[in-house]
């Protein structure tokens, strides 16, 4: 089944600076790629979300860059602030429309 | 539209005791998930449903069932429930076709602990 990495497990940066998330997975079949937030005490929540025909989304401060050749896809915070500390997950489905497998988790902590 | 509602927020179990985790969605979607959430180790599937009467195994499945006899409605069973099986319980939904994967939609979670 799908595999889905994700590093760091926790971030630490300073107000203003830039974060980066990022998941490796397995199989060359996924096909859609996630990031969710999710605030302390809440469900998680979409952020964004890239297909696999798509190398890069942007949404204000918010990207995603999809590296299909490697496997691998990451999240991009610029301009961080402390309302974006949170634990973001990434995911990715085995292939098509197969549930979710979900990251680890990384925990971003903005440093005002 | 309330999203998706769990009830309740939060339960203590004794060993062997059984519970019905609720989860209502209110969005008409077809899909509906249950994950289970411990420290440091993400979200993990236990079953899922594409539509009612249909459900099916996620990663996770062993000690739980569930049942979606309406589009609304995805209760998760703990039947003898175990130590492990202290966790924080997620419900999602989301409106997916057959060959494409979309926004999931989760509930505010349900924090379980077994003694």
């Known amino acids: 089944g799908e595999n889905v990495e994700q590093h760091p497990s926790t971030l630490s940066v300073q107000e203003g600076d830039s974060a980066v998330i990022k998941c490796t997975y397995s199989?060359?079949?996924?096909?859609?790629f996630p990031w969710y937030k999710q605030e302390l005490g809440k469900g998680p929540q979409l952020i964004i979300d890239?297909?696999?025909?798509?190398g890069e989304k942007k949404d204000q401060r918010i990207a995603v860059t999809l590296n299909k050749t490697a496997k691998h896809f990451s999240l991009h915070i610029t301009e961080t602030q402390p309302e974006d500390s949170a634990v973001y997950f990434c995911?990715?489905?085995?292939?098509?429309?197969?549930?979710?497998?979900f990251g680890k988790g990384t925990r971003l902590s903005v440093i005002a | 539209n309330a999203g998706v509602t769990q009830t309740p927020k939060f339960r203590i179990l004794k060993i062997g005791q059984s519970m019905t985790l609720q989860c209502t969605q209110d969005?008409?979607?077809?899909?509906m998930y249950w994950y289970r959430q411990d420290p440091g180790m993400g979200l993990k599937l236990i079953y899922y449903?594409?539509?009612?009467?249909?459900?099916d195994k996620g990663e996770v499945p062993n000690g739980y069932n569930v049942s979606r006899s309406t589009t609304e409605d995805f209760p998760l069973r703990l039947e003898l429930a175990a130590p492990s099986q202290t966790s924080v319980y997620f419900c999602?939904?989301?409106?997916?076709?057959?060959?494409?994967?979309?926004?999931?939609?989760f509930g505010p979670g349900t924090r379980l602990t077994v003694t």
């Open positions: 199989d060359s079949a996924s096909n859609y």
């Open positions: 999602a939904s989301s409106y997916s076709s057959t060959a494409v994967n979309t926004e999931q939609y």
């Open positions: 969005m008409n979607h077809n899909y």
């Open positions: 449903s594409v539509g009612a009467g249909i459900t």
């Open positions: 995911a990715a489905p085995f292939s098509g429309n197969t549930p979710l497998v």
């Open positions: 890239i297909r696999s025909n798509v």
